[in-house]
């Protein structure tokens, strides 16, 4: 685990100052125990450990304001936290005053006709979906890391998840925000609008703003018909443009309704199929690579159909090798899991730098084919797991230690490594990061690749909100 000297340290806070944010929350609202404190200093994988003065729970968006215009006035850093489930240290303090919105739980509405709900950030984003099914209603934002995940977190890194394909990121899925800005005002920008030309809009600069322009507190989000069928899929290539022609075709074929299209090498299938209990082949020979398709449709019958006549086509066009539909929803979790467990597979095999890119999607089999032998030639032996939201032009272009290799040589050629992957993202038109954000982790390293004029008006944002650069300062530009 890297130490907390690895990241810029923010100074002491003094004790009045800790004092008075004390009394605004109550002996309910903090904690400096490390039985309570430790676990949200500690990222997800173990990666970053941090450490905070004063771990501050507040209950409502009143509490917030109060406690973030002590900091203000004080000069005091802050680290907003909602699930920790974050992947670039962004919510991790290193002597900031950490504000979780963890008791911030209170489903302030949910109006099926205006197809929407307001909910506050601390609910999990699991929590968010079942208020919607509970409402006859979708809300369409699925990741792996959805028990924990919350509300605010998802909006701050403007998560993406299994359905970007058809209902788009989470920016899409917000119709309006109530945000504590640096200086503690209140931003009640909680509409329920489809449509509002009445000037900037202003929520879509805190959406992926990563805490760094205010402390998100509720969150109206919009809500979809449920779909009364799914059918799930795996399909093997014989190479990942077959897998593209593939994904180009479904949208055609299905009418826009394939919700999920992720990609898996055979690699880091076959490092799931090793160390997750309870897994199998999915088909019966092994191919270089596969795709979980998930379509859902209004119509209880439209889901198998449409992906019947999809696989029927691809077999007669020679795209596919073979393909298993789920029989059932046991089965289609059974094929989700392959996917969804690549990230704790990986981790069972060893050190890994992981990259979290996107190109456009006419270019991705390309970059793929090229970011192999590029990692090859910077270190023979490197094994690539590449898989994701392909549909998105999203990979996680992974990259585990050579066999034998001692993990701790390769960690100190990570740098390096990870600059062959994001210099060849850049050069095919690409992000270096899709969908996790910059972080603590990423940010210098953008720089490399944002261009200045994007950087300058980010960083004149940002000063007009945050003068004195209290909101998490060591994150973006
Ligand atoms: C197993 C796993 C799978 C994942 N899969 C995906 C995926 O498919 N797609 C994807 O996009 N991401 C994925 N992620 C990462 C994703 O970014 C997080 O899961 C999620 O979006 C963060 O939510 P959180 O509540 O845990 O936020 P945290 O980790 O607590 O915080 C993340 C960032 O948001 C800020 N923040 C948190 N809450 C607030 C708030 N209320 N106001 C202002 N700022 C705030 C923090 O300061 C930090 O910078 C995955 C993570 C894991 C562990």
């Known amino acids: 685990m890297s130490t907390a000297t690895a990241f810029a340290e923010a100074p002491a806070v003094a004790a009045e100052v800790i004092a008075q944010i004390k009394a605004v929350v109550g002996d309910a609202g903090w904690s400096q125990d490390p039985g309570r404190v430790d676990p949200k200093l500690t990222e997800w994988r173990g990666k970053w450990k941090g450490h905070t003065p004063l771990l501050v729970l507040p209950k409502s968006t009143e509490e917030v304001s109060k406690v973030v215009k002590i900091c203000y006035d004080n000069g005091v850093a802050i680290t907003p936290q909602g699930g920790n489930t974050g992947l670039v240290g962004g919510q991790i303090p290193f ?21 929407t709900m307001v909910l506050e950030s601390g609910l999990t984003l699991l929590e968010a979906q079942q208020i919607a099914e509970g409402a006859n209603r979708y809300f369409p934002l699925s990741l792996a890391a959805e028990g924990t995940a919350t509300v605010g977190g998802v909006i701050s890194t403007n998560a993406g998840g299994t359905a970007v394909l058809r209902y788009g990121v989470t920016r899409d899925l917000v119709s309006g925000l109530e945000v504590v800005l640096p200086t503690g005002e209140i931003f009640n920008g909680l509409k329920r609008l489809r449509k509002d030309n009445t000037g900037y809009d202003l929520k879509q600069m805190f959406i992926g703003a990563e805490g760094t322009l205010g402390i998100i507190t509720a969150a109206s989000l919009k809500l979809f018909p449920i779909m009364n069928s799914r059918s799930v899929a795996i399909v093997g290539f014989e190479s990942s443009q077959k897998a593209i022609d593939l994904l180009v075709r479904a949208k055609q074929e299905t009418g826009g309704t394939v919700e999920a299209f992720e990609l898996m090498g055979r690699y880091g299938l076959s490092l799931v199929l090793k160390h997750i209990p309870d897994t199998r082949e999915p088909l019966s020979a092994e191919y270089p690579w596969y795709a979980l398709i998930e379509v859902a449709s209004g119509d209880p019958e439209g889901a198998s159909a449409a992906m019947e006549r999809l696989l029927e086509a691809a077999f007669e066009e020679e795209l596919v090798l073979d393909a298993a539909i789920a029989q059932n929803e046991t089965q289609a979790a059974e094929f989700w899991r392959l996917r969804e467990d690549h990230s704790a597979a990986e981790k069972a095999e060893g050190a890994a730098w992981k990259h979290d890119v996107s190109v456009p999607l006419s270019r991705m089999a390309e970059y793929m084919e090229e970011g192999d032998k590029a990692i090859q030639a910077f270190l023979p032996g490197a094994r690539l797991v590449a898989f994701g939201h392909v549909g998105d032009g999203n990979v996680h272009f992974n990259v585990i230690l050579p066999e034998g290799m001692d993990a701790g040589e390769f960690n100190a050629m990570r740098d390096a490594g990870s600059k062959v992957v994001h210099d060849l993202a ?7 990061s899709a969908e996790h954000g910059l972080g603590r982790m990423k940010t210098q390293e953008a720089l490399q690749y944002k261009d200045p004029v994007a950087v300058a008006a980010m960083q004149a944002v940002r000063q007009a909100l945050d003068p004195k650069r209290i909101m998490n300062p060591h994150v973006l530009f």
Do not use: C, F, N
Not at 95 to 115: F, N, Q, Y
């Open 426 to 432: 850049h050069a095919y038109e690409g992000s270096i």
């Open 95 to 115: 002597g900031e005053i950490l504000i979780s919105l963890e008791r911030m739980k209170t489903v302030r509405d949910v109006a099926p006709t205006d197809d």
